[in-house]
């Protein structure tokens, strides 16, 4: 049993699966902010087998990139690593489900793996399996296109930062500087 600080009815109705309270009440803000214990809900809805409230915060503007600090890395990449490993037919077809929600509403595609295709997405057809591919091709190129601007672009402040501090203390002595 989780050690597990309640602060409001919110809170109790949440973790008893009141979906229909917790549809009805829930904002953007407690999709986006809102935690229990500091986890997001998000993260508790997946954790708690409801996929149902977890489509509900998304909708709402849950972020599945969002770092919790109780997992090693996003709720996406904790969905990933869940669906890799899953041996349970059913539970694979609820995070296949899950990870489609997920990465409908701006889940970083990139981590994708060609294997992921396979077992992850094992339900995709095979036009939907491309069309995705096409698309994390494509992030996978703007990402490196990005970080070689960012490498370029510090690489040439550096230039300036220094010949601009050198051009400062250009003619004085050491013992001024």
């Known amino acids: 049993m989780r050690n597990i600080r309640l602060r409001s009815f919110f809170d109790v109705a949440f973790l008893l699966k009141f979906n229909c309270y917790i549809k009805a009440v829930s904002t953007r803000s ?13 993260l508790l809805a997946i954790d708690d087998h409801n996929n149902p409230l977890a489509y509900h915060f998304l909708e709402l503007g849950a972020d599945p990139n969002i770092r ?78 990005k970080n070689h601007n960012v490498t370029t672009s510090s690489t040439s402040t550096r230039k300036s930062l220094k010949h601009r501090f050198s051009t400062i203390f250009k003619g004085k002595t050491k013992k001024h500087i």
């Open 30 to 42: 407690h999709a986006t902010r809102y935690t229990i214990n500091s986890h997001p809900l998000l």
């Open 68 to 145: 919790s600090y109780r997992l090693s890395g996003t709720i996406w990449e904790h969905v990933i690593g869940l669906a890799r490993s899953e041996q349970d037919e059913c539970e694979q077809k609820r995070l296949y489900e899950l990870t489609l929600a997920l990465i409908k509403h701006g889940a970083d595609i990139s981590l994708l793996t060609d294997q992921d295709f396979d077992t992850v997405l094992f339900d995709l057809e095979q036009e939907e399996k491309d069309a995705l591919a096409a698309r994390v091709n494509a992030t996978m190129t703007k990402t490196k296109r």
